[in-house]
Each structure stands twice: as C-alpha cells, then as structure tokens.
C-alpha cells in the first residue's frame, strides 16, 4: 500500500462489493491489526501471513478473487486515517522481481520508493 512519509499502518482489509446488487455494501474477505513487523507498518504485508499482523480479525478462506479492494487504516499526523487501493490480478503479468521490486495492480514492475511517491501527501502527489 503506497504511504505517505509519515504515515504507518494499523490495520488492513480485503473487501469486495456484496453480490446482493440491492445493497450497496462491501464484504470483508480478511482483516488484520496491529502489524508485527517494520515492514508491515510501512505498507508491505501479506494477506494471511503469519508475521505481519498481530491479530487477524477474519482469516481469508479460500484464494483472492480477481478484482478486490485493500482499504487500510493509517496514523498520518498523529490521526488514524483511512486508505483504499484497488487490485485488479488479471491485469498483473508474469515477472522477474528483484529485491525492493513490486507489480502494481497495473502490472508495472516499480520500488517501494516509487510506488510511495504516487501516495497523495497533503496536495502532493
């Protein structure tokens, strides 16, 4: 999840749209807090990993559905905030990845450091 700089998660989620289309609400498929590690406070977690959340609040049964959102909570400025990024996997290709290197739900191979400059900073971006 691209962050700001001074922004550190606290939690995450994966949701999908409900299939009831009378309802315009999302289902949760997998959620965490209280992330165990450096790397998942600064945005790299994996989904059911059993070392980068504290707590999982609702394990991921199953496998990832193509299209899904990543809604996060994040403290910017002392405030806990809300993001959201959307994943479309069939939009990723197949790639080589180096150390520091990841495919964007677009399938562009970047770094974190580019990845994190995209993130909307307070009228940056």
């Keep these: 999840m691209p962050l700001c700089p001074d922004e550190t998660i606290t939690g995450a989620a994966i949701v999908v749209p409900r299939k009831d289309k009378t309802v315009d609400d999302f289902e949760t498929l997998w959620s965490?807090?209280?992330p165990s590690t450096a790397e998942a406070r600064g945005g790299v977690f994996h989904?059911?990993?059993?070392?980068?959340?504290v707590t999982v609040t609702k394990e991921l049964s199953g496998t990832l559905?193509?299209?899904?959102?990543?809604d996060t909570?994040?403290?910017?400025d002392g405030k806990e905030?809300?993001?959201s990024g959307y994943v479309d996997l069939t939009e990723l290709d197949s790639a080589e990845?180096?150390?520091?290197?990841?495919i964007t739900h677009k399938?562009?191979?970047m770094t974190r450091d580019e990845i994190n400059a995209q993130a909307y900073c307070g009228g940056t971006k």
């Design 47 to 53: 989904v059911n990993g059993p070392d980068s959340f």
């Design 65 to 70: 559905p193509d299209e899904f959102y990543l």
């Design 97 to 102: 990845l180096g150390d520091n290197e990841f």
């Design 107 to 109: 399938g562009k191979v």
């Design 81 to 83: 905030v809300s993001g």
């Design 32 to 34: 965490a807090r209280e």
């Design 73 to 76: 909570r994040q403290v910017r």
